[in-house]
Protein backbone atom coordinates (compact mmCIF):
# COMPACT_ATOMS: atom_id res chain seq x y z
CA UNK A 1 0.00 0.00 0.00
CA UNK A 2 1.45 3.47 -0.68
CA UNK A 3 1.69 6.60 1.22
CA UNK A 4 -1.05 8.01 -1.02
CA UNK A 5 -2.98 5.04 -0.87
CA UNK A 6 -3.08 4.99 3.48
CA UNK A 7 -3.90 8.63 2.58
CA UNK A 8 -6.80 8.21 0.73
CA UNK A 9 -8.52 5.54 3.30
CA UNK A 10 -7.70 8.12 6.61
CA UNK A 11 -8.46 11.52 4.36
CA UNK A 12 -11.81 11.69 5.75
CA UNK A 13 -11.41 9.93 9.09
CA UNK A 14 -8.66 11.61 10.32
CA UNK A 15 -10.40 13.58 13.88
CA UNK A 16 -7.05 14.47 14.90
CA UNK A 17 -6.74 17.45 12.16
CA UNK A 18 -10.19 18.54 12.64
CA UNK A 19 -11.58 18.58 16.03
CA UNK A 20 -14.79 19.30 16.59
CA UNK A 21 -18.33 17.75 16.46
CA UNK A 22 -20.28 15.30 14.23
CA UNK A 23 -22.29 18.56 12.82
CA UNK A 24 -22.32 18.85 9.17
CA UNK A 25 -20.97 15.27 8.05
CA UNK A 26 -22.97 15.90 4.67
CA UNK A 27 -19.76 17.70 4.39
CA UNK A 28 -16.55 15.49 3.94
CA UNK A 29 -13.20 16.73 5.34
CA UNK A 30 -12.13 17.09 1.59
CA UNK A 31 -14.56 19.73 1.13
CA UNK A 32 -13.84 21.25 3.59
CA UNK A 33 -10.07 21.08 3.40
CA UNK A 34 -10.60 23.19 -0.47
CA UNK A 35 -12.80 25.88 0.87
CA UNK A 36 -10.56 26.58 3.82
CA UNK A 37 -7.32 26.70 1.46
CA UNK A 38 -9.58 29.43 -0.10
CA UNK A 39 -9.81 27.46 -3.57
CA UNK A 40 -13.07 28.66 -4.24
CA UNK A 41 -16.46 30.12 -2.97
CA UNK A 42 -19.14 26.61 -1.86
CA UNK A 43 -22.11 28.68 -1.38
CA UNK A 44 -24.04 25.31 -0.43
CA UNK A 45 -21.52 24.66 2.39
CA UNK A 46 -21.63 28.54 3.29
CA UNK A 47 -25.89 28.21 3.47
CA UNK A 48 -25.27 25.02 5.86
CA UNK A 49 -22.45 26.72 7.86
CA UNK A 50 -25.20 29.02 8.53
CA UNK A 51 -27.82 26.78 10.17
CA UNK A 52 -25.17 24.44 11.67
CA UNK A 53 -22.94 25.94 14.61
CA UNK A 54 -20.77 22.19 14.71
CA UNK A 55 -20.36 22.77 10.78
CA UNK A 56 -19.13 27.00 11.46
CA UNK A 57 -16.61 25.07 14.41
CA UNK A 58 -15.05 22.50 11.94
CA UNK A 59 -14.22 24.81 9.11
CA UNK A 60 -13.02 27.05 11.52
CA UNK A 61 -10.74 24.36 13.03
CA UNK A 62 -9.53 23.20 9.28
CA UNK A 63 -8.66 27.05 8.47
CA UNK A 64 -6.95 27.49 11.47
CA UNK A 65 -5.20 24.48 10.87
CA UNK A 66 -4.51 25.36 7.32
CA UNK A 67 -3.39 29.05 8.61
CA UNK A 68 -0.84 27.82 11.40
CA UNK A 69 0.64 25.59 9.03
CA UNK A 70 1.23 28.24 6.37
CA UNK A 71 2.94 30.57 8.65
CA UNK A 72 4.76 27.82 10.12
CA UNK A 73 5.88 27.38 6.20
CA UNK A 74 6.68 30.62 5.85
CA UNK A 75 8.83 30.61 8.49
CA UNK A 76 10.88 27.66 7.88
CA UNK A 77 11.14 28.49 4.19
CA UNK A 78 11.32 32.18 4.37
CA UNK A 79 10.49 34.03 0.86
CA UNK A 80 14.11 34.85 -0.33
CA UNK A 81 15.10 39.02 -0.24
CA UNK A 82 13.76 40.81 -2.57
CA UNK A 83 16.32 41.35 -4.48
CA UNK A 84 17.11 37.78 -5.25
CA UNK A 85 15.70 37.59 -9.06
CA UNK A 86 17.66 41.03 -9.66
CA UNK A 87 19.40 39.56 -12.86
CA UNK A 88 22.44 41.84 -12.22
CA UNK A 89 23.46 39.19 -9.39
CA UNK A 90 26.52 37.38 -10.80
CA UNK A 91 24.78 33.90 -9.73
CA UNK A 92 22.72 34.35 -13.34
CA UNK A 93 25.21 34.89 -15.42
CA UNK A 94 24.24 31.70 -17.16
CA UNK A 95 20.36 33.17 -17.33
CA UNK A 96 21.32 36.60 -18.55
CA UNK A 97 22.97 34.70 -21.62
CA UNK A 98 19.39 33.24 -22.15
CA UNK A 99 17.42 36.02 -21.42
CA UNK A 100 19.26 37.76 -24.38
CA UNK A 101 19.64 35.16 -26.57
CA UNK A 102 17.22 35.36 -29.86
CA UNK A 103 14.47 33.24 -29.79
CA UNK A 104 15.01 29.41 -30.12
CA UNK A 105 13.58 28.34 -33.26
CA UNK A 106 10.39 25.97 -32.94
CA UNK A 107 10.11 22.27 -33.60
CA UNK A 108 7.65 22.83 -36.50
CA UNK A 109 10.00 24.88 -38.27
CA UNK A 110 12.37 22.37 -38.95
CA UNK A 111 9.85 20.39 -40.33
CA UNK A 112 8.44 23.43 -42.74
CA UNK A 113 12.53 23.38 -43.93
CA UNK A 114 12.10 19.79 -44.97
CA UNK A 115 8.26 19.57 -46.43
CA UNK A 116 8.58 22.76 -47.95
CA UNK A 117 11.09 22.51 -50.57
CA UNK A 118 10.10 18.91 -51.10
CA UNK A 119 6.60 20.72 -51.91
CA UNK A 120 7.44 23.18 -54.43
CA UNK A 121 9.61 20.95 -56.04
CA UNK A 122 6.65 18.61 -56.49
CA UNK A 123 4.33 21.35 -57.49
CA UNK A 124 6.95 22.86 -60.20
CA UNK A 125 6.97 19.23 -61.20
CA UNK A 126 3.43 18.51 -61.86
CA UNK A 127 2.89 22.28 -63.26
CA UNK A 128 6.11 21.17 -65.98
CA UNK A 129 4.18 17.71 -66.92
CA UNK A 130 0.91 19.31 -67.10
CA UNK A 131 2.07 22.14 -69.33
CA UNK A 132 4.39 19.37 -71.14
CA UNK A 133 1.09 17.37 -71.79
CA UNK A 134 -0.82 20.56 -73.04
CA UNK A 135 2.08 21.28 -75.30
CA UNK A 136 1.97 17.94 -76.95
CA UNK A 137 -2.31 18.38 -77.08
CA UNK A 138 -1.79 21.13 -78.97
CA UNK A 139 -3.33 23.07 -76.20
CA UNK A 140 -0.66 24.71 -74.78
CA UNK A 141 -1.15 27.80 -72.93
CA UNK A 142 1.78 29.48 -71.98
CA UNK A 143 0.60 32.44 -70.18
CA UNK A 144 -2.03 29.87 -67.57
CA UNK A 145 1.14 27.84 -66.96
CA UNK A 146 3.50 30.54 -66.12
CA UNK A 147 0.95 31.88 -64.15
CA UNK A 148 0.10 28.58 -62.42
CA UNK A 149 3.68 28.05 -61.70
CA UNK A 150 4.34 31.84 -60.29
CA UNK A 151 1.20 31.55 -57.61
CA UNK A 152 3.30 27.85 -56.46
CA UNK A 153 6.18 29.62 -56.40
CA UNK A 154 4.43 32.42 -54.34
CA UNK A 155 2.67 30.06 -52.29
CA UNK A 156 5.94 28.32 -51.43
CA UNK A 157 7.64 31.47 -50.58
CA UNK A 158 5.31 32.79 -48.86
CA UNK A 159 4.82 29.60 -46.65
CA UNK A 160 9.06 29.57 -46.23
CA UNK A 161 9.22 33.61 -45.64
CA UNK A 162 6.30 33.95 -43.63
CA UNK A 163 6.80 30.75 -41.26
CA UNK A 164 9.86 32.66 -39.37
CA UNK A 165 8.19 36.12 -39.34
CA UNK A 166 6.12 36.67 -35.96
CA UNK A 167 7.37 33.02 -35.78
CA UNK A 168 6.70 31.90 -31.47
CA UNK A 169 9.76 32.32 -29.43
CA UNK A 170 10.23 31.56 -26.23
CA UNK A 171 8.05 33.84 -23.26
CA UNK A 172 7.22 36.45 -25.49
CA UNK A 173 6.19 35.67 -28.75
CA UNK A 174 5.79 32.01 -27.69
CA UNK A 175 3.11 32.48 -25.00
CA UNK A 176 1.05 34.31 -26.98
CA UNK A 177 1.73 35.62 -30.54
CA UNK A 178 -1.22 37.79 -30.47
CA UNK A 179 -3.67 38.55 -33.76
CA UNK A 180 -2.21 42.27 -34.82
CA UNK A 181 -5.33 44.79 -34.00
CA UNK A 182 -7.73 45.17 -37.11
CA UNK A 183 -8.86 48.69 -37.87
CA UNK A 184 -11.91 49.00 -34.87
CA UNK A 185 -13.57 52.00 -33.61
CA UNK A 186 -12.37 53.79 -30.95
CA UNK A 187 -13.33 51.80 -27.71
CA UNK A 188 -12.16 54.70 -25.13
CA UNK A 189 -9.02 52.81 -24.40
CA UNK A 190 -5.49 52.40 -26.05
CA UNK A 191 -5.62 48.66 -25.75
CA UNK A 192 -8.63 45.87 -25.97
CA UNK A 193 -6.91 42.40 -25.89
CA UNK A 194 -8.63 38.72 -25.94
CA UNK A 195 -6.37 36.93 -23.02
CA UNK A 196 -6.22 34.26 -20.93
CA UNK A 197 -5.95 35.14 -17.20
CA UNK A 198 -2.80 33.02 -15.00
CA UNK A 199 -3.36 32.47 -11.45
CA UNK A 200 -3.26 35.32 -9.15
CA UNK A 201 -0.16 36.33 -7.15
CA UNK A 202 1.09 38.76 -5.14
CA UNK A 203 -1.81 41.47 -5.84
CA UNK A 204 -1.36 40.85 -9.40
CA UNK A 205 -2.29 38.75 -12.48
CA UNK A 206 -0.93 38.00 -15.50
CA UNK A 207 -2.87 37.65 -18.61
CA UNK A 208 -1.69 35.43 -21.84
CA UNK A 209 -2.61 37.84 -24.69
CA UNK A 210 -4.43 35.74 -27.38
CA UNK A 211 -5.94 38.43 -30.05
CA UNK A 212 -5.21 42.55 -29.97
CA UNK A 213 -8.69 43.55 -30.86
CA UNK A 214 -7.64 47.33 -30.80
CA UNK A 215 -4.23 49.07 -30.09
CA UNK A 216 -1.07 47.41 -29.57
CA UNK A 217 0.25 44.99 -26.63
CA UNK A 218 2.51 42.24 -26.11
CA UNK A 219 2.03 38.57 -25.63
CA UNK A 220 1.99 39.47 -21.63
CA UNK A 221 0.36 41.43 -19.63
CA UNK A 222 0.09 42.46 -15.88
CA UNK A 223 -2.63 43.68 -14.09
CA UNK A 224 -2.63 45.11 -10.08
CA UNK A 225 -5.66 43.57 -8.72
CA UNK A 226 -8.26 45.92 -7.22
CA UNK A 227 -10.70 43.90 -5.51
CA UNK A 228 -11.40 40.56 -7.17
CA UNK A 229 -8.83 38.96 -9.38
CA UNK A 230 -9.88 36.57 -12.60
CA UNK A 231 -10.84 32.87 -12.41
CA UNK A 232 -7.71 31.21 -13.21
CA UNK A 233 -7.37 30.11 -16.63
CA UNK A 234 -10.34 31.98 -18.22
CA UNK A 235 -10.50 33.60 -21.11
CA UNK A 236 -11.29 37.62 -20.25
CA UNK A 237 -11.63 40.62 -22.74
CA UNK A 238 -9.49 43.70 -21.13
CA UNK A 239 -9.48 47.35 -21.58
CA UNK A 240 -6.16 49.08 -20.84
CA UNK A 241 -5.75 52.78 -20.52
CA UNK A 242 -8.41 54.74 -20.90
CA UNK A 243 -8.23 57.69 -23.80
CA UNK A 244 -9.72 61.01 -24.16
CA UNK A 245 -13.18 61.37 -22.20
CA UNK A 246 -12.85 57.96 -21.06
CA UNK A 247 -12.16 57.87 -17.64
CA UNK A 248 -11.95 53.83 -16.42
CA UNK A 249 -14.45 55.17 -13.24
CA UNK A 250 -17.33 52.42 -15.08
CA UNK A 251 -16.72 49.36 -16.50
CA UNK A 252 -17.30 49.41 -20.41
CA UNK A 253 -19.77 47.88 -22.69
CA UNK A 254 -20.19 43.87 -23.15
CA UNK A 255 -18.31 42.57 -26.68
CA UNK A 256 -20.04 41.00 -28.97
CA UNK A 257 -19.20 37.59 -29.56
CA UNK A 258 -20.49 36.52 -33.17
CA UNK A 259 -21.68 33.20 -32.35
CA UNK A 260 -24.73 30.73 -32.73
CA UNK A 261 -26.25 30.30 -30.33
CA UNK A 262 -24.63 33.34 -28.42
CA UNK A 263 -22.11 32.47 -25.80
CA UNK A 264 -21.96 34.43 -22.73
CA UNK A 265 -20.32 37.23 -21.41
CA UNK A 266 -19.80 38.18 -17.74
CA UNK A 267 -22.29 40.68 -16.46
CA UNK A 268 -19.93 42.36 -13.85
CA UNK A 269 -16.65 43.29 -15.07
CA UNK A 270 -13.52 43.04 -12.79
CA UNK A 271 -11.46 46.42 -12.05
CA UNK A 272 -7.66 45.86 -12.12
CA UNK A 273 -5.57 49.10 -12.58
CA UNK A 274 -2.62 48.48 -15.49
CA UNK A 275 0.20 51.03 -15.53
CA UNK A 276 -1.26 52.95 -12.69
CA UNK A 277 -4.51 53.81 -14.39
CA UNK A 278 -8.13 51.96 -14.19
CA UNK A 279 -7.98 48.28 -16.34
CA UNK A 280 -11.43 46.21 -16.84
CA UNK A 281 -11.38 42.65 -17.32
CA UNK A 282 -14.86 40.78 -18.14
CA UNK A 283 -14.99 37.34 -18.19
CA UNK A 284 -15.75 35.09 -21.89
CA UNK A 285 -17.07 31.65 -22.23
CA UNK A 286 -15.07 29.06 -22.58
CA UNK A 287 -14.45 27.97 -26.02
CA UNK A 288 -15.21 31.36 -27.65
CA UNK A 289 -12.82 31.83 -30.48
CA UNK A 290 -10.72 34.90 -29.93
CA UNK A 291 -11.38 35.88 -33.57
CA UNK A 292 -15.49 36.39 -32.75
CA UNK A 293 -15.27 38.95 -30.26
CA UNK A 294 -15.99 42.40 -31.54
CA UNK A 295 -16.00 45.88 -29.69
CA UNK A 296 -19.69 47.07 -29.90
CA UNK B 1 3.45 49.64 -24.07
CA UNK B 2 5.02 46.47 -26.00
CA UNK B 3 7.60 45.03 -24.15
CA UNK B 4 10.43 43.37 -26.26
CA UNK B 5 11.02 39.29 -25.83
CA UNK B 6 14.72 40.10 -23.37
CA UNK B 7 12.07 42.61 -21.02
CA UNK B 8 9.07 39.99 -21.14
CA UNK B 9 11.29 37.15 -20.12
CA UNK B 10 13.39 38.88 -17.52
CA UNK B 11 10.02 40.26 -15.88
CA UNK B 12 8.66 36.48 -15.84
CA UNK B 13 12.11 35.45 -14.12
CA UNK B 14 11.79 38.48 -11.11
CA UNK B 15 7.83 37.12 -11.17
CA UNK B 16 8.50 33.80 -10.60
CA UNK B 17 11.98 32.78 -9.23
CA UNK B 18 11.27 33.36 -5.64
CA UNK B 19 8.54 30.64 -5.69
CA UNK B 20 10.30 28.63 -8.14
CA UNK B 21 13.11 28.64 -5.55
CA UNK B 22 10.72 28.21 -2.25
CA UNK B 23 9.19 24.72 -4.11
CA UNK B 24 12.82 23.31 -5.11
CA UNK B 25 14.08 24.10 -1.29
CA UNK B 26 11.35 22.14 0.06
CA UNK B 27 12.23 19.14 -2.69
CA UNK B 28 15.31 18.78 -1.18
CA UNK B 29 17.69 21.06 -2.48
CA UNK B 30 19.99 23.39 -0.80
CA UNK B 31 23.06 24.73 -2.04
CA UNK B 32 22.44 23.91 -5.57
CA UNK B 33 19.04 25.70 -4.96
CA UNK B 34 19.85 28.90 -7.24
CA UNK B 35 21.54 26.52 -9.65
CA UNK B 36 18.24 24.62 -10.10
CA UNK B 37 16.27 27.97 -10.38
CA UNK B 38 18.47 29.12 -12.92
CA UNK B 39 18.34 25.49 -15.11
CA UNK B 40 14.30 26.11 -14.74
CA UNK B 41 14.12 29.08 -16.57
CA UNK B 42 16.94 28.17 -18.92
CA UNK B 43 14.86 25.21 -20.22
CA UNK B 44 11.80 27.98 -20.37
CA UNK B 45 13.30 30.13 -22.59
CA UNK B 46 15.19 27.94 -24.94
CA UNK B 47 11.76 25.59 -24.99
CA UNK B 48 9.19 25.08 -27.77
CA UNK B 49 6.59 26.41 -25.11
CA UNK B 50 2.85 24.64 -25.00
CA UNK B 51 -0.41 26.61 -25.92
CA UNK B 52 -0.85 29.18 -23.12
CA UNK B 53 -3.71 27.15 -21.24
CA UNK B 54 -1.39 24.55 -20.67
CA UNK B 55 1.62 26.58 -20.14
CA UNK B 56 1.52 26.85 -16.11
CA UNK B 57 1.07 23.14 -15.52
CA UNK B 58 3.97 22.27 -18.05
CA UNK B 59 5.72 25.18 -15.96
CA UNK B 60 5.48 23.54 -12.55
CA UNK B 61 5.78 20.05 -14.01
CA UNK B 62 9.07 21.63 -15.60
CA UNK B 63 10.03 22.72 -12.01
CA UNK B 64 9.25 19.43 -10.44
CA UNK B 65 11.00 17.43 -13.01
CA UNK B 66 14.78 19.73 -12.19
CA UNK B 67 14.21 19.28 -8.77
CA UNK B 68 13.71 15.89 -8.82
CA UNK B 69 16.64 15.54 -11.31
CA UNK B 70 18.79 18.15 -9.17
CA UNK B 71 18.05 15.60 -5.90
CA UNK B 72 19.08 12.57 -8.19
CA UNK B 73 22.39 14.16 -9.35
CA UNK B 74 23.09 15.51 -5.92
CA UNK B 75 26.77 14.79 -4.32
CA UNK B 76 26.45 15.62 -0.80
CA UNK B 77 23.21 14.54 1.04
CA UNK B 78 21.99 16.07 4.36
CA UNK B 79 18.78 15.66 5.89
CA UNK B 80 15.93 18.37 5.12
CA UNK B 81 15.93 19.05 8.95
CA UNK B 82 19.50 20.05 8.67
CA UNK B 83 19.15 21.99 5.76
CA UNK B 84 15.69 23.92 6.71
CA UNK B 85 18.23 25.06 10.25
CA UNK B 86 20.33 26.55 7.96
CA UNK B 87 18.02 28.34 5.57
CA UNK B 88 16.20 30.48 8.21
CA UNK B 89 18.67 32.11 10.47
CA UNK B 90 20.58 33.01 6.64
CA UNK B 91 18.16 34.76 5.85
CA UNK B 92 18.87 38.55 6.68
CA UNK B 93 15.05 39.61 5.89
CA UNK B 94 13.33 37.77 8.45
CA UNK B 95 14.25 37.62 12.65
CA UNK B 96 11.25 35.78 13.33
CA UNK B 97 12.76 32.92 12.09
CA UNK B 98 12.79 30.33 14.73
CA UNK B 99 9.40 29.91 16.45
CA UNK B 100 8.51 27.42 19.25
CA UNK B 101 7.01 25.21 16.74
CA UNK B 102 9.54 25.54 13.73
CA UNK B 103 11.84 21.95 14.83
CA UNK B 104 8.85 19.86 15.17
CA UNK B 105 7.72 21.56 11.34
CA UNK B 106 10.84 20.97 10.15
CA UNK B 107 10.57 16.83 10.90
CA UNK B 108 7.33 16.41 9.87
CA UNK B 109 8.19 17.95 6.76
CA UNK B 110 11.22 15.46 6.73
CA UNK B 111 9.01 13.18 7.25
CA UNK B 112 6.34 13.64 4.60
CA UNK B 113 7.20 11.70 0.90
CA UNK B 114 8.30 14.31 -1.55
CA UNK B 115 5.05 13.60 -3.56
CA UNK B 116 3.38 14.98 -0.43
CA UNK B 117 6.16 18.23 -0.07
CA UNK B 118 5.85 18.94 -3.51
CA UNK B 119 2.06 19.35 -3.10
CA UNK B 120 2.11 21.37 -0.16
CA UNK B 121 4.95 23.27 -1.88
CA UNK B 122 2.85 24.19 -5.04
CA UNK B 123 0.01 25.11 -2.92
CA UNK B 124 1.28 27.02 -0.18
CA UNK B 125 4.15 28.31 -2.15
CA UNK B 126 2.52 28.87 -5.61
CA UNK B 127 -0.80 29.49 -4.92
CA UNK B 128 -2.31 26.75 -7.34
CA UNK B 129 -5.55 25.28 -7.01
CA UNK B 130 -6.05 21.71 -6.42
CA UNK B 131 -6.88 21.14 -10.22
CA UNK B 132 -3.31 22.95 -11.36
CA UNK B 133 -1.53 20.61 -8.65
CA UNK B 134 -3.15 17.51 -10.20
CA UNK B 135 -1.88 18.66 -13.60
CA UNK B 136 1.64 19.81 -12.36
CA UNK B 137 2.13 16.19 -10.65
CA UNK B 138 0.08 14.48 -13.36
CA UNK B 139 -1.98 13.01 -10.61
CA UNK B 140 -5.75 12.58 -9.96
CA UNK B 141 -7.65 15.79 -8.32
CA UNK B 142 -8.39 12.97 -5.50
CA UNK B 143 -4.48 12.02 -5.34
CA UNK B 144 -4.05 15.59 -4.91
CA UNK B 145 -6.58 16.18 -1.91
CA UNK B 146 -5.52 13.17 0.15
CA UNK B 147 -2.17 14.14 -0.36
CA UNK B 148 -2.22 17.92 0.87
CA UNK B 149 -4.96 16.53 3.93
CA UNK B 150 -3.12 13.94 4.97
CA UNK B 151 0.55 16.24 4.78
CA UNK B 152 -1.64 19.24 6.42
CA UNK B 153 -2.84 16.60 9.22
CA UNK B 154 0.97 15.75 9.98
CA UNK B 155 2.08 19.46 9.56
CA UNK B 156 -0.47 20.61 12.37
CA UNK B 157 -0.32 17.50 14.55
CA UNK B 158 3.62 18.47 14.59
CA UNK B 159 2.83 21.99 15.85
CA UNK B 160 0.42 20.62 18.12
CA UNK B 161 2.08 18.51 19.69
CA UNK B 162 5.34 20.91 19.98
CA UNK B 163 2.93 23.46 22.15
CA UNK B 164 3.37 26.02 19.70
CA UNK B 165 -0.77 26.00 19.03
CA UNK B 166 -0.88 27.33 22.71
CA UNK B 167 1.87 30.15 22.06
CA UNK B 168 0.33 31.85 19.05
Not at chain 1, 1 to 24: I, L, Q
Not at chain 1, 63 to 85: C, E, M, S, T
Not at chain 1, 207 to 218: P, Q
Not at chain 2, 118 to 146: H, Y
Request: proline letters at 7%; charged letters at 30%; glycine letters at 8%.
Amino acid sequence: MTEDDEMNDSANTDEDFVSGSAGGRAFDDDRLLAYALGLGDDPELEAAAREDDALRDRIAAMRGDVDAVAAGLDRVVPAPPDDYADLGEARWGELRESVTAPAAPRRRLAWLRVLAPAAAIALVLVAGVVGLQRLGDGEGNEAATTSADDKAVERYDRQRTGAGQGEAGPMTDGLAAPTPAAAAADPGYETVVVAVAAPPAAGRQDFYVRRVVFGEAGPLITLEIDEQALVAHALAILYLTPTGDETGASAPPKPTVSASPPPSVASKALRFTFDGAPAWARQLAPGIDPERVTLP
Amino acid sequence: MRRTQPEARAEFFRRYAPQVRRILFLQGLCDEVDDAVQEVFIKVYRADLPAEERFLAWFYRLILNTGRDQGRRRKTRRGLVERLEELAPTDGTHTDVTAPGDPALRAALDGLSPDFREAVALRFFADLSLESIAAAQDVPLGTVKSRLHGALARLRQALAESGYEQER
